[in-house]
Each structure stands twice: as C-alpha cells, then as structure tokens.
Nanobody, 115 residues
Framework: QVQLVESGGGLVQPGGSLRLSCAVS????????MGWYRQAPGKQRELVAG???????NYTDSAKGRFTISRDNAKNTVYLQMNKLEPEDTAVYYC?????????WGQGTQVTVSS
C-alpha cells in the first residue's frame, strides 16, 4: 500500500511563503503523476498544481506565478513552493499520486494565511 505524508503547513501572514512536502512510500514514485489539491471550508477540493513523471507541470490560474511544484525522484518527494500567499489560499492541502486507475491521497496539511 502506498502512503503519502504531507508536511510544511502552518500559519503565515499575507505575502509570506511556505513550502509543502509530500513523501511517498514504496519504490514506484517515478511512475506517478503527482498533484497538490486543496479544500477550503465549504468548498470542493480543487487541483492546485500537478507534475507528470516527465516533469511537465500545470497550475490552476490562481497559482500561476506564485506557486511552484517540483519533484525529487531520488527522495520520493514532491514539493509545493508557495509564495505571495493570500488569505484566499487558506485550506487543507492534499498530496495525490496517480497511475492509470490507481490513486492515493495523503492526510492533508493545514495552510492558514492570516494577519
């Protein structure tokens, strides 16, 4: 069973930065398409950023220019660098790993942007 463990969330002031990490267990990290999702209270979970096993990235419009997703296949880890954070970025952030019909989720990490 593949396990995903997120870390790096917390409380940050508007305009600040955070880097989220997601460590993936097992030996198949390289084949996974990885994604960061978020869910704010009362809202649906949405994709924030994704990265393929070839390193091709995509971002939701609100994340473009502020967030950067990256992966380190040697460490079985995917990152989300978040800069210029806004109160609207407050949510629980989830890591996702996918391959064909298989899909795995982490437990989530809380990000709160507030002064």
């Amino acid at each position: 069973q593949v396990q995903l463990v997120e870390s790096g969330g917390g409380l940050v002031q508007p305009g600040g930065s955070l880097r989220l990490s997601c460590a993936v267990s097992g030996n198949n990290f390289r084949i996974f398409v990885m994604g960061w999702y978020r869910q704010a209270p009362g809202k649906q979970r949405e994709l924030v950023a994704g990265i393929t096993n070839f390193g091709i990235t995509n971002y939701t419009d609100s994340a473009k220019g502020r967030f950067t997703i990256s992966r380190d296949n040697a460490k079985n880890t995917v990152y989300l660098q978040m800069n210029k954070l806004e109160p609207e970025d407050t949510a629980v952030y989830y890591c996702n790993a996918g391959f064909l019909s298989l899909e795995y989720w982490g437990q989530g990490t809380q990000v709160t942007v507030s002064s």
